[in-house]
């Protein structure tokens, strides 16, 4: 039986064999730890460094090429690696390393265990401050999706900031509700809208001057409403609530509500 | 339309000792707000100290209003001052 498993046994990593005596410090030394984690059984060749393997295959410095015409000598011998053609005036140092530094595309994102696709969700920012909307998903940037649906508050498919937004705990459920997947970030960003050249006058009028709602984007808002807007006329009183906008009035404390 | 989406509150003096006062730093009564565990909501908040002035700034709206920015930053005292 023992023959028949292959040699690649599933190990149980274990736990630190070294107990902690302050931070840092471990009670046994590295040659106790040495015997301790039996490493005179574990010896393991270390895989050919890349020096070593360079020094091994040698890549070829030049290229014989085929040359055209007549009396050129039919070949020439090309360099490979050329040599740089500018070189600038001062030698730029080279940039330490950085550790831990992400490009905002690599941050890890959050949401706040309040915010479930399909909760209400009331904004508090932008023009459409005070609206209560669906919340769809979260985007690649982290921001979220929402729709009012249009034709309850108006509120189109639209991004918004998690910061920005009170979670309620009413909850609409969207488990049937399909999204088209090219809803992205890319899809909403902002275009640049051109300004028109000065030096044409108002002759050449260059195009997008104005924000145009695009057709896919109508077709875009339908498609999700349509399967959005039978789910919330069945729960009753929702759509009502949905049209109504929230506000804060006399004696009316936010740290006392409860959203 | 949208009614308000903001609470009030006074501006009850700047931060201090008995006898010196520290200017960049006020202390605010929020409206509603009476004891000290109250006041979780409100931290990190923005304020705004809105008022006029005769010379017109450029505002987002248009209207002659200058503001003063600043956010709560921690709760002072056990009535629910900020």
């Known amino acids: 039986m023992a023959g028949e498993k ?4 599933v190990r149980k990593v274990h736990a630190s064999r070294n107990p902690v005596l302050a931070r840092g410090i471990g009670k ?22 890349k020096i070593e393997k360079k020094k091994r295959e ?28 500018y070189y600038p005036t001062e030698d730029v140092p080279r940039k330490l390393l950085s ?16 915010i479930t696709p399909g909760t209400v969700v009331i904004l508090l920012t932008g023009r459409h401050r005070g609206k209560r909307v669906v919340f769809l998903k979260q985007l690649g940037s982290g921001l979220l999706l ?10 189109p498919l639209r991004r918004a ?29 902002k275009k640049k809208l051109r300004k028109p050249k000065h030096q044409e006058g108002e002759i050449f009028d260059t195009e997008k001057e104005k924000y145009e709602i695009t057709e896919r984007r109508k077709a875009d808002q339908k498609h999700v409403d349509s399967q959005l807007l039978p789910i919330i006329k069945k729960v009753p009183q929702l759509r009502g609530y949905l049209r109504s906008t929230f506000s804060l009035s006399n004696g009316v404390y936010p740290h006392k509500l409860v959203f | 339309m949208t009614g308000k989406l903001w609470s009030k509150a006074n501006f009850a003096g700047y931060k201090r000792g008995l006898r010196n006062q520290r200017e960049h730093a006020a202390l605010l009564k929020i409206e509603g707000v009476y004891s000290h565990n109250e006041t979780e909501f409100y ?12 010379n017109n700034t450029v505002t987002p709206g248009g209207k002659p209003n200058r503001v003063i920015w600043g956010k709560v930053t921690h709760a002072h005292g056990s009535s629910g001052m900020v």
């Not at chain 1, 292959?6 to 046994?9: C, E, G, I, L, T």
């Not at chain 1, 900031?161 to 909403?188: E, G, N, R, W």
């Open chain 1, 146 to 155: 929402v729709t009012g649906p249009l034709t309850i508050n108006r509120v």
């Open chain 2, 43 to 54: 931290l990190g908040k923005k304020c705004a100290y809105v008022y006029k002035a005769k």
């Open chain 1, 58 to 85: 040698k890549e070829p410095a030049t290229i014989t090429k085929p040359v055209g015409g007549d009396k050129n000598g039919g070949n020439r011998v090309v360099k490979l690696r050329k040599m740089p053609r």
């Open chain 1, 28 to 49: 046994y030394s590295r040659s106790a730890m040495y015997a301790r984690k039996a490493m005179y059984k574990r010896k393991y060749k270390a895989p050919e460094t």
């Open chain 1, 6 to 9: 292959k040699a690649k046994r």
């Open chain 1, 161 to 189: 900031h998690q910061k920005f937004v009170i979670a309620t705990s009413t909850k609409v459920d969207i488990s049937s509700v399909k999204l088209p997947k090219h809803l992205s970030d890319l899809y909403f960003k």
């Open chain 1, 99 to 114: 550790h831990g530094k992400k490009n905002f595309a690599l941050h890890k994102r959050k949401l706040r265990a309040s």
